[in-house]
């Protein structure tokens, strides 16, 4: 085996930290653009002067991320960097000032009221420099994301285990397929995130082609149609057992593939009809036993 020499790059710069935010919060990370094939980048930053310097960069697609605190918020912005023969001295990473979209959580049954400070809400957008955030409600459930640009939104909500996101409302309209739109005269309007308790239990085995059980392998739940940006995911016990505890109400697919190639995105492997999947129609309260079976 030949050994070469490869000429790396580095990206240096700082981060302008906006008012309001605790100067220790912040961060930045450089990432290969998904496209990219590279390897994955995580350097803590210096917390003492906003400053980064990542080094040994191959030429490439990468994305830098800066994130920071603010309140009960984070707020990101990201930055494309194209490495190609030259450094990236002198970068300078801003946080957008933009738009704030208002919203609340509230429980579907008050006789079961989820606490909506356990509620965890994120907007993500691929659009390159965009801002996007995260944040959890306040006691009342009450939550405001800041500082957001233009464009449309993918919405994330993390739940505790014993709930799930009933319904969502924007501007007045039930939201079907998890996207939300800031215009550029800003966000039409509130965000309502219904939340419950009470859903139904999914349960089962997976088996590999022998009949026999399977430890420790992921089973993934996913909606009807399929969304492969937002889905559960549990590991199998040491009998091949899995559960799935307060399911939405609506049609399911369990599924399930026999390795897991990190460079083979689940939604590809499932497009390939590898694995096995098994589809269930769950109601509020319900209980659910399956078998899967992968194939040879």
Same mark, same amino acid.
């Given at each position: 085996m030949?050994?070469?020499?490869?000429?790396?790059f580095?990206?240096?710069?700082?981060?302008?930290?906006?008012?309001? #935010?605790?100067?220790?919060?912040?961060?930045v990370h450089?990432?290969?653009?998904?496209?990219?094939?590279?390897p994955?980048w995580?350097?803590p930053?210096?917390h003492g002067e906003?400053g980064?310097d990542?080094r040994?960069?191959l030429p490439?697609?990468? #994305?830098?991320?800066a994130?920071c605190?603010?309140?009960q918020?984070t707020?990101s912005?990201?930055v494309?960097l $194209?490495v190609?023969?030259s450094?990236?001295?002198g970068?300078?990473?801003?946080?957008?000032?933009?738009f704030?979209?208002?919203?609340?959580?509230?429980?579907?049954?008050?006789g079961?009221?989820?606490?909506?400070?356990t509620?965890?809400?994120?907007?993500?957008?691929?659009?390159?420099g965009?801002?996007?955030?995260?944040?959890?409600p306040?006691?009342s459930g009450?939550?405001?994301i800041?500082?957001l640009s233009?464009?449309?939104y993918?919405l994330?909500?993390?739940?505790p285990?014993?709930?799930?996101?009933?319904?969502v409302?924007?501007a007045?309209?039930?939201?079907?397929d998890g996207s939300?739109e800031i215009r550029a005269e800003?966000?039409l309007?509130?965000?309502e995130?219904? *939340?419950a308790?009470?859903?139904?239990e999914?349960?089962g *085995?997976?088996?590999?082609a022998?009949?026999?059980?399977?430890?420790?392998?992921?089973?993934?739940?996913?909606?009807?149609?399929?969304?492969f940006?937002?889905?559960g995911?549990?590991?199998?016990d040491?009998?091949g057992r899995?559960?799935?505890r307060d399911?939405?109400p609506?049609?399911?697919?369990i599924?399930?593939?026999n *390795? #897991?190639v990190?460079?083979i995105?689940?939604?590809e492997?499932?497009?390939r009809h590898e694995g096995a999947?098994? $589809? #269930?129609?769950?109601?509020?309260?319900?209980?659910?036993?399956?078998?899967l079976r992968?194939?040879?």
């Amino acid at each position: 085996m030949q050994l070469r020499k490869v000429r790396t790059f580095r990206a240096s710069g700082r981060v302008e930290v906006p008012g309001g #935010v605790d100067p220790r919060s912040w961060s930045v990370h450089l990432g290969p653009n998904p496209a990219s094939g590279l390897p994955s980048w995580m350097v803590p930053a210096d917390h003492g002067e906003a400053g980064f310097d990542f080094r040994g960069l191959l030429p490439g697609s990468y #994305v830098l991320r800066a994130t920071c605190g603010k309140g009960q918020q984070t707020i990101s912005t990201q930055v494309p960097l $194209e490495v190609t023969d030259s450094d990236f001295d002198g970068l300078v990473v801003t946080f957008p000032v933009g738009f704030t979209l208002a919203g609340a959580v509230r429980s579907a049954d008050d006789g079961a009221r989820i606490d909506p400070t356990t509620v965890h809400i994120s907007l993500y957008t691929q659009a390159p420099g965009a801002a996007y955030g995260r944040t959890t409600p306040e006691a009342s459930g009450a939550f405001a994301i800041q500082d957001l640009s233009s464009g449309r939104y993918q919405l994330n909500v993390r739940m505790p285990e014993h709930g799930y996101v009933q319904s969502v409302r924007y501007a007045g309209e039930v939201v079907r397929d998890g996207s939300i739109e800031i215009r550029a005269e800003g966000a039409l309007g509130f965000l309502e995130i219904v *939340v419950a308790s009470g859903g139904g239990e999914v349960t089962g *085995v997976l088996q590999g082609a022998d009949g026999e059980p399977l430890s420790n392998h992921a089973v993934r739940l996913l909606t009807e149609p399929p969304r492969f940006d937002r889905f559960g995911i549990t590991h199998t016990d040491q009998n091949g057992r899995f559960w799935f505890r307060d399911v939405a109400p609506g049609s399911h697919w369990i599924f399930a593939v026999n *390795v #897991v190639v990190p460079a083979i995105e689940v939604q590809e492997r499932w497009e390939r009809h590898e694995g096995a999947a098994h $589809e #269930v129609t769950v109601h509020a309260g319900g209980q659910y036993d399956v078998t899967l079976r992968l194939p040879k």
